[in-house]
């Protein structure tokens, strides 16, 4: 009979984090930092875009590179990068109340005085750089710094050339990083504006050696092609970064918390079981637990520790899906990758709906959890997509695979259109209703095929090679879409 975790071990997932979301502006806790191999590019100075969904640790990584403590506890482990020789700034993020940052409504004012994006950049790039440039303006006036900027015939180039020196001299990195883009402006022509203005600068420093810019942004931002109409925005892309969660990586996580829970019974339970049963320890390091890379790297064992939680199978037997592989695979987008968020958030319900006295966790809690992962993922989408809402809505009870012709039938029959044209004429002056790309604008007989695209882009529905369309459990559960033989939705 297959070992099992002891009961208190359940009061480890109670610690794991369940916030909506991480603030690039404060400092991570050092015992929540697990750092994959393939995330190095999201460290890396050097490689400008960092394209990634909700809940895949943009914020989290922005807010490594510029608090100098965590980056440091972080560089041994990418030795390649020279993180100890970074010095990182935040130029922009969702942390309104930052009082070094430009906020939105400061970039508004600016704006409106007639000043270009580039130079408000350029301005925030000299003024939080680590050497003081010549003759800057002694004031903090966001204004007073942008025309100090704009009024020069080269842009401040000088200042720029001799902060490379400076920094070639010290031997140091200066990263000026940017988070949380879609809020940088009140409507996507805003936010478009900005964009451009910070491609042209990103674009620019690279005739430096020691001055980069580094941009964490969102799918749609990464897909839309005016943003990349810069000449030469090839040069930063060719080298874009996806962040996406690999299976092991996101167990790699889950023991990197449990063995650091709040819970010190649980935590402790947990680290002894693994080295008891399965001969491997955590190493204790700067105060923070860490698993070993047979932990992190071997799938294998990983199945075992994770059988050792919630049983071998999600049914009596092999056909019903083995529970390791199940919690990703039902979590996952129609890329295949599932959000270390949404991975938490079912564990930690899991724990929560499970009443066994045999496993810490079991099929019924496992299901659960997964449900809640695919309400919360909902919820965010349909913040970020407004019409999101809508659109899953008129879905609600159809059968999935289907063909496109069938899924256009159910939302003229709905009348799909009609409803999101509705919803963006409400939306006013509500300038941050981003509309569902050229659909607004297309006769019905055509809008429908183009909305299709548009989900596809955003991973929500699946092409299947004979032309159908699918919808990865995380989606579908709560829009109430069944699927034959798959995990019932929402009672």
């Not at 889950?254 to 019974?265: F, P």
């Not at 968020?341 to 319900?349: D, E, G």
């Amino acid at each position: 009979m297959t070992a099992r975790f002891p009961l208190a071990v359940r009061a480890a997932f109670a610690s794991l984090p369940d916030e909506a979301s991480h603030i690039a502006t404060n400092p991570p806790n050092s015992a929540q930092v697990f750092t994959p191999l393939d995330h190095q590019g999201a460290l890396d100075p050097h490689r400008s875009i960092v394209i990634g969904d909700r809940g895949t640790g943009k914020s989290f990584w922005s807010s490594v590179l510029t608090h100098d403590e965590i980056r440091n506890l972080v560089a041994p482990s990418y030795p390649a990068l020279d993180l100890d020789r970074v010095q990182g700034r935040l130029g922009f993020s969702d942390g309104e109340m930052a009082a070094t940052l430009p906020t939105r409504p400061t970039i508004d004012e600016v704006m409106k005085v007639g000043h270009e994006a580039e130079d408000l950049w350029r301005a925030v790039m000299l003024k939080l750089a680590p050497v003081r440039p010549e003759n800057a303006p002694t004031s903090d006036d966001w204004n007073q710094w942008t025309a100090w900027v704009a009024n020069d015939p080269a842009r401040r180039n000088a200042q720029f050339r001799a902060l490379d020196e400076a920094l070639v001299r010290e031997n140091r990195i200066y990263v000026l990083v940017f988070d949380a883009l879609d809020l940088i402006a009140n409507d996507w022509a805003g936010i478009r504006r900005q964009m451009v203005g910070l491609i042209r600068l990103a674009l620019a420093v690279r005739a430096l050696r020691m001055v980069r810019i580094k941009m964490f942004i969102r799918p749609d931002m990464a897909d839309d092609s005016r943003l990349w109409a810069v000449g030469d925005a090839s040069k930063l892309r060719h080298r874009e970064v996806l962040l996406a969660w690999k299976r092991r990586d996101l167990y790699g996580l889950l023991w990197t918390l449990l063995a650091n829970a709040g819970d010190e019974n649980g935590a402790r339970s947990f680290r002894d079981f693994c080295r008891e049963t399965f001969g491997t320890r955590f190493s204790r390091i700067n105060d923070v637990w860490r698993p070993t890379n047979d932990l992190v790297e071997n799938e294998d064992l990983q199945q075992r520790v994770f059988r050792a939680l919630a049983g071998d199978y999600m049914g009596a037997g092999p056909t019903k899906g083995d529970t390791y592989k199940w919690v990703p695979n039902h979590l996952s987008d129609a890329a295949g990758f599932a959000a270390p968020r949404s991975f938490l958030l079912a564990m930690k319900a899991a724990a929560e709906e499970t009443k066994s006295q045999e496993t810490v966790l079991n099929i019924a809690g496992i299901q659960a959890g997964t449900r809640s992962a695919s309400r919360t993922r909902i919820e965010e989408l349909s913040e970020d997509y407004r019409w999101m809402t809508i659109v899953l809505t008129d879905m609600e009870s159809l059968v999935v695979p289907l063909s496109a012709d069938d899924l256009a039938a159910r939302w003229r029959e709905r009348g799909t259109l009609k409803k999101l044209r509705k919803q963006a004429g409400e939306a006013g002056n509500d300038r941050r209703y981003i509309p569902p790309g050229e659909v607004l604008e297309t006769p019905e007989r055509n809008a429908y095929p183009l909305l299709i695209e548009q989900l596809v882009r955003l991973k929500i529905f699946i092409r299947l090679t004979d032309g159908r369309i699918n919808m990865p459990d995380l989606f579908r559960l709560q829009a109430n879409v069944r699927r034959k033989g798959g995990m019932k939705p929402r009672a």
